[in-house]
């Protein structure tokens, strides 16, 4: 999902919104760059604290949860006729989608024997 969203990203705010794709990517490579790490950083902080409360199937619930909530920013980037708010939608989809990254590589190891890790 995420790299689906590097790659058509840029091409949806040119044919959409009139950006050029050097100002596309300029733009939405700056978005990336905001959204994503804080995305990965609440959801790290968060499987820590779950961790300590011993919940094993939290890294396959966060994983769904951060799939879920990803729906509705990925609608409104898509619809918005508005720039502005189609790009803070864009944002909040990377946030969402950086969010999904450790729990699932958490849930790999999990799943994962402990002699082949």
């Known amino acids: 999902m995420g790299r689906t969203l590097a790659a058509w990203g840029p091409t949806l705010y040119v044919r959409n919104h009139g950006m050029s794709p050097a100002e596309s990517g300029v733009v939405l490579g700056g978005l990336l760059l905001i959204g994503g790490p804080l995305g990965h ?15 094993r199937a939290a890294a396959s619930r966060l994983l769904g949860l951060g799939l879920m909530a990803a729906l509705p ?11 502005t708010l189609s790009l803070a939608a864009f944002t909040l989809l990377t946030a969402v989608i950086g969010f999904t ?13 402990v002699s082949l890790r």
């Open 101 to 113: 990254a450790p729990p699932a590589v958490t849930g790999v190891q999990l799943l994962t024997p």
């Open 41 to 55: 950083l609440s959801a790290g902080l968060l499987l820590d604290r779950v961790a300590r409360a011993r919940r």
């Open 73 to 83: 920013p990925a609608i409104v980037m898509a619809v918005a006729a508005d720039r």
